[in-house]
């Protein structure tokens, strides 16, 4: 009663159960998505499922409860974050006790062959429930943290665990983990970003895309504003399921306080596009994000970042040279004009080109097709 189908049905297909989340931010379920796609491809059998409406209303609430933390109460979200660092299994045991009822039900109707997780709160409590109820199912972690995990995705009991660096492998064999059980995957891409291997032309005017620059509504529209400052750029703003900004921006581009090479978007199906076509990219440390412009070659610029969760993402944009940060509305005019007069745009396009991001959702589907 759980199921829904989204897969074609073969008996002789291995059976893969992907664990994700479809409210608590867009990067579970764009990972899931893309290694949906490599593992059909390679002719296996998938479901995605969203564990949180079988933990009734706790998880309802739970999911609910992401975006307005988050963007509107994220002091109170950063201690429940920092909390979860120092006792990460007070968090999963209520997760454990609320979800096994229901979802032993799903596993034992669809008979996986394996569990992968890409959701780092459903990580020991999933492991703990195979254990207890004698299940003969491997169980995978998909880490879709760029820098410094939280604790949360830890589980030593995981068969594999994918993670996006070596950087992160490396602290993961520091903590105890099993050399053996840990994979340099890279991250996860979604199919329809297209993978440039060549270096961007930088032709004026400059396309700058804007997506979820921040959680602070009066931040988003400051950068904006600042942003279309510049000469010789276009600026396309995408506000996504943010409805209140997308309406005010709205509604100042048709009283005339956006200038005309703004151009706003509400909720669209082909940032891929658009990606494909920019410059630079502004948005805050989500690891999708990032990923997904560096792959379609696009520099970018960190802005903001979910307190607690995001905090060390922009390293990965920083320390590899295919960015800057600069989280201040106020500054960031200048931060463009000299990120786009002083060649340094052209040398992190170069940066991103030489170094060929990867696509880790084809490492996952290769290794949990080599395991099975």
Not at 208 to 217: E, G, K, Y
């Amino acid at each position: 009663m759980f199921l829904s189908v989204r897969h074609r049905y073969n008996r002789d297909m291995s059976k893969i159960l992907i664990i994700t989340s479809d409210k608590t931010g867009s990067g579970h379920r764009a990972s899931a998505n893309a290694i949906h796609k490599k593992l059909e491809d390679k002719g296996h059998q998938v479901l995605q499922l969203d564990v949180f409406p079988l933990m009734g209303k706790m998880g309802t609430v739970m999911e609910n409860s992401y975006i307005p933390l988050t963007t509107r109460a994220p002091f109170l979200y950063y201690l429940l974050q920092r909390f979860s660092e120092y006792f990460p299994w007070f968090i999963h045991m209520p997760m454990y006790f609320e979800v096994r009822k229901n979802l032993i039900k799903v596993i034992r109707e669809y008979e996986p062959d394996l569990i992968l997780s890409v959701h780092c709160m459903f990580t020991r409590a999933i492991s703990h429930l195979i254990r207890k109820e004698k299940l003969n199912i491997p169980f995978c972690v998909g880490v879709i943290d760029l820098v410094e995990p939280p604790k949360v995705w830890e589980d030593r009991n995981a068969d594999l665990t994918f993670v996006p660096t070596q950087v992160i492998r490396e602290d993961y064999l520091r903590r105890g983990f099993a050399k053996e059980k840990v994979v340099v995957s890279g991250f996860p891409v979604r199919d329809d970003i297209r993978h440039r291997k060549e270096v961007k032309e930088v032709e004026h005017p400059i396309r700058i895309l804007m997506v979820n620059a921040s959680t602070d509504l009066k931040k988003n529209l400051r950068f904006l504003e600042e942003i279309s400052r510049l000469k010789d750029v276009t600026v396309d703003c995408v506000c996504g399921l943010d409805e209140r900004m997308h309406e005010m921006l709205f509604r100042m581009k048709e009283e005339g306080h956006l200038k005309e090479n703004v151009r706003i978007y509400g909720f669209i199906h082909n940032v891929n596009e658009l990606l494909d076509q920019s410059h630079i990219l502004l948005t805050k440390a989500g690891p999708n994000m990032i990923m997904e412009a560096l792959y379609s070659g696009t520099a970018i610029i960190v802005t903001g970042h979910i307190k607690g969760q995001e905090d060390h993402n922009y390293r990965y944009v920083t320390e590899n040279g295919y960015g800057l940060k600069c989280e201040d509305p106020e500054r960031i005019h200048d931060v463009l004009h000299d990120f786009i007069e002083q060649e340094t745009l052209q040398e992190c396009l170069k940066k991103i080109a030489e170094d060929d991001i990867g696509n880790g959702a084809e490492v996952i589907a290769d290794r949990i097709e080599e395991f099975l």
